[in-house]
């Protein structure tokens, strides 16, 4: 009988299964996604501040298209200096609402809407912007009433001589305006009144390279009319981070985390899905 050669194979047995490391290596895959998602697609935005009214409220949630006008620095979070300049740089359009990165010192985020692009000359007389020599049009519109509110109150956002009531239910009450841009492109803005500071100004030339911006709510925004740090002064395109693309939330201050109910009497919902 002929010898059969047996060939024995011998498994390796599998190390052990880390609960430990599996578990940050999903971590690390969540947060590298999250990190480039928020850097270049997609981020959220929340209003802290009145400058932007009508249009944003405190208290609003907005996402903020990241491909608009190129990436820089400010396009990751922190500012992490990994990017070299501008990359894949475009240009704002008049009326963008944009987010950018504040000036040295004041370098936060913050939203303003683009009013001069680079070679542009804006100046600021009888609170109407008068844009390369010609004045915007601004036509008197409804007055704009806002809901007293915990993110909202009398007082400290809203002076007391423009409280009001509207069906029994106390309100801040602005003069409202329509501003319409060379092209056709128009949005709101309020006006508290004669403020010699923001309402008359000499005439700003924007620099290559930047825009200047402005709040909507002309008589309470720190923008491109006044030097750091009462304002922004010019903004560098470099500093764009994004576009204000849609709502995605809306709260007026009044829930308690605590309380889930209150998360949705909170909520005002009408808001919710508004886009720019």
Known sequence: MADTDTTISIKRAKPPRSETRETLTFFLKLALIVFVLRSFIV???SIPSQSMLPRLYIGDYLFVSKW???YSRWSLPWGVPLLPGRILGRDPARGDVVVFRGPEGNDHDVIKRVIGLPGDTIQMRGGQVI???????????????????????????????????????????????RETLPGGRSYAVLDRG?????????????????VFVMGDNRDDSGDSRFDPPQGMGYVPMERIEGRAMVSFFSTDGSANWFLPWTWFSAARWSRIGEGF
Request: glycine content about 10%.
């Open 43 to 45: 981020a959220p935005f």
């Open 68 to 70: 608009n006008y190129g």
């Open 131 to 177: 844009l390369n020599g010609t004045a915007i049009p601004k036509q008197r519109i409804a007055d704009f009433l806002i809901p007293l509110s915990p993110n909202y109150p009398g007082g400290s956002e809203c002076p007391s001589e423009f409280e009001d009531s509207a069906d029994g239910k106390p309100v801040c009450r602005y003069q409202q305006f």
């Open 194 to 210: 004669e403020q010699p500071n923001a309402d008359e100004t000499g005439v700003y030339m924007v620099p290559v390279g930047n």
